[in-house]
């Protein structure tokens, strides 16, 4: 690509939004014409509304996106484009819109691929001791569970009760009681809630396969991870796991 991007380009990039690709979408210049550029700004509204419809234009926000890029870099070259524009619909809105935005997922993205293909060299980590935590609690769900869970309750509707509110898993352990349990969200994603009574200080890390969350927990004793992919808990589910940590 020249210096200069047509607007043929650009629509053919967007489009792939639509698509499991892997190529990292947009660069800075895409960006940068469609700043500008009212026609390729219309296919991104259509788009967008495809993504999630009935959803009004998001706001855009530089500070908003830095928080979620990692997770939509990741989602986009281990699942494609479209599960992570639908997973992160307003960062993906706001990409497209800001050169500067675009250029550090650019930079994240040649990362992420680079790490993927072992072309970094090993960091030198003696000098960094991680910080010594002890686990108090685990909780644990075989591969499948949730993807059964939710089939069931796709098939009996409302006669099931709360679909939109799973509690997978409770525990008690050493005077402390700990639960598992997944809520929907509005744009279709799901927020994981890890709970403990009585509250603590510290951590809930959360393996899904071998994706890993962490989550402080809040004064009530619930840690909270949101806007995780909808397709993490369909057919094919892996094994979750989370430790509850404290210092």
């Known amino acids: 690509m020249g210096s200069t991007v047509t607007c043929d380009e650009i629509r053919a990039a967007l ?3 639509m698509t499991h690709s892997r190529r990292p979408q947009p660069t800075p210049k895409q960006a940068q014409h469609l700043a500008h550029c009212h026609d390729c700004q219309a296919l991104r509204r259509y788009l967008y509304t495809m993504l999630l419809a009935g959803t009004d234009q998001p706001p855009t926000s530089c500070a908003a996106s830095q928080g979620d890029l990692a997770a939509y870099v990741d989602l986009s070259l281990d699942l494609g484009v479209r599960v992570a524009a639908e997973a992160y619909p307003d960062l993906w809105w706001h990409l497209w819109a800001c050169p500067a935005c675009a250029e550090v997922f650019a930079y994240t993205a040649a990362l992420a691929t680079a ?3 072992s072309a970094l060299p090993a960091l030198p980590l ?3 001791p991680a910080p010594q935590r002890r686990v108090i609690g ?3 769900l075989a591969p499948g569970v949730v993807s059964r869970i939710l089939q069931t309750r796709e098939l009996l509707g409302r006669a099931y009760g709360g679909a939109d509110d799973l509690v997978l898993n409770e ?3 050493d005077g402390y009681s700990f639960h598992l349990s997944l809520q929907r969200e509005p744009a279709g994603s ?6 403990v009574i009585p509250p603590v200080v510290g951590l809930a890390v959360i393996h899904v396969g071998t994706k890993v969350f962490q989550a402080p927990f ?3 004793g619930v840690a909270h991870v949101t806007r995780v992919p909808n397709i993490l808990f369909r057919d094919g589910q892996p094994a979750i796991s989370v430790t509850i940590e404290v210092p």
Not at 190 to 195: K, R, S
Request: aromatic share 4%; glycine share 4%; no cysteine.
């Open 15 to 17: 489009l792939l939004t």
């Open 138 to 140: 685990r909780l644990a």
């Open 126 to 128: 003696a000098s960094m």
């Open 218 to 220: 809040d004064p009530l």
């Open 190 to 195: 799901w927020e994981i809630l890890v709970g």
């Open 171 to 173: 525990v008690e352990s």
């Open 115 to 117: 790490e993927r293909q």
